[in-house]
Nanobody
C-alpha cells in the first residue's frame, strides 16, 4: 500500500525555520524523483522543489530558491524540505509526491503538513 506521510509543519515567526519530512512506503522510492508541493488558501497547488532519485540533482521554484533545501535519504525512504527565512507568503499546506519538475507520476496524496508563518 502506497503511503506518503508528511510531518514537521507548525506555526513559526517570519524569518524562522522549519524542517519538513515525508516518510514513504509501498513504491520504489530509490528510483523515483520526488518533489514538495504546497497549496495556499485560495490558490492552486504549486511545485516548491524537486530532487532526482539519486539526490544528485535538484530543482527549485523561483519563489523558494535560496531559502529552501530539498534532500532525501533513500535508506529511510524519506524526503526532506529545510525551510529558512520563512515569510508569511510561505504559509500553505505542504505535500510531497513522486515527481521531478514537470515529470509527474503522482501517487495518492498524503494528508500534508500545515506551515503557518505569522507573528
Amino acid at each position: 500500500q502506497v503511503q506518503l506521510v508528511e510531518s514537521g509543519g507548525g506555526l513559526v515567526q517570519p524569518g524562522g525555520s522549519l524542517r519538513l519530512s515525508c516518510a514513504t512506503s509501498g513504491f520504489s522510492f530509490d528510483t523515483a524523483g520526488m518533489s514538495w508541493f504546497r497549496r495556499a488558501p485560495g490558490k492552486e497547488r504549486e511545485l516548491v522543489a524537486s530532487i532526482s532519485s539519486s539526490g544528485g540533482t535538484t530543482y527549485y521554484a523561483d519563489s523558494t530558491t535560496g531559502h529552501f533545501t530539498i534532500s532525501r535519504d533513500n535508506g529511510k525512504k524519506t524526503v526532506y524540505l529545510e525551510m529558512s527565512s520563512l515569510k508569511p507568503e510561505d504559509t500553505a499546506m505542504y505535500y510531497c509526491n513522486r515527481a521531478y519538475w514537470n515529470n509527474r507520476s503522482f501517487l495518492p496524496w498524503g494528508q500534508g503538513t500545515q506551515v503557518t508563518v505569522s507573528s
